[in-house]
């Protein structure tokens, strides 16, 4: 038994190590393994930004954007938006599939992509800070935090509490299931995760937990017996960065 939890555990800290390599994302690209994008807007996104109470104008992160169309929709609604994408290959599928020509400029560690108010930075989101996404009083993730195991997740909401306004707010998506019916990504994140990783620096609040496993037969054939969707509302608290766990 112990020699059969070793193999498990070597297994699974490889896995892990393996998904924290930005050149796993860059072959997901290359080889169109990107089952994670979505082609309509989300619709957590059209019912609850305006709960939000955002003000028309304000700046939005998007990390881990891919070439998702929901920035077209935060445009539209009259926001700026930031999106952060590590693959080359993401960003400029976004651009060329809309029929867009943005202006891009190189920066110290990452590529800006600009047309307008909406703007991609290509590169590692953990090594950007402040400065180079400006200043973000709102913050979408629709699929940045299920993308990460969970030795990364404390580290990507410390990052979050640095660069975005203390005064943010966001929408964040994250989906639950049995995590040793399915390897990730996308992974399991509980609802008291979110609680323990989100609690210091904002307030949290559920908006709904649907399940959606009927509507995702990708995942049934992966051997889902269960899989729920969940909105959250995060709003945070005045603190300065880096006081998430």
Request: glycine content about 6%.
């Amino acid at each position: 038994m112990r020699i059969t939890c070793s193999y498990v555990f070597v297994y699974e800290r490889l896995q892990v190590i393996y998904i924290m390599d930005p050149d796993f994302w860059h072959e997901r690209w290359k080889t169109n393994q990107i089952g994670f994008h979505q082609s309509d807007i989300n619709p957590y996104l059209v019912r609850y930004w305006p709960s939000l109470a955002p003000n028309r104008g304000e700046r939005v992160l998007v990390p881990l954007c891919g070439k998702s169309r929901d920035m077209f929709w935060l445009l539209e609604q009259g926001f700026a938006v930031v999106g952060v994408e590590i693959s080359p290959i993401a960003v400029e599928a976004f651009f060329a599939e809309n029929r867009l020509t943005p202006v891009v400029t190189r920066e110290d560690r990452y590529i800006r992509w600009r047309i307008e108010a909406l703007e991609i930075l290509c590169g590692d989101f953990f090594e950007l800070g402040r400065g180079d996404i400006g200043n973000c009083r709102g913050m979408y993730d629709r699929a940045a935090l299920i993308a990460l195991p969970p030795e990364m997740r404390p580290r990507y909401v410390n990052h979050l509490s640095t660069v975005l306004d203390r005064h943010a707010r966001g929408l964040l998506l994250t989906l639950d299931y049995d995590q040793s019916e399915m390897g990730g990504p996308p992974f399991s994140v509980s609802d008291a995760e979110v609680t323990e990783l989100f609690t210091d620096a904002c307030t949290v609040q559920q908006l709904c937990r649907t399940d959606i496993l009927r509507s995702q037969p990708r995942f049934m054939e992966r051997g889902l017996t269960r899989l729920s969707e969940q909105a959250w509302r995060l709003e945070r608290t005045g603190q300065a960065g880096g006081v998430i766990r």
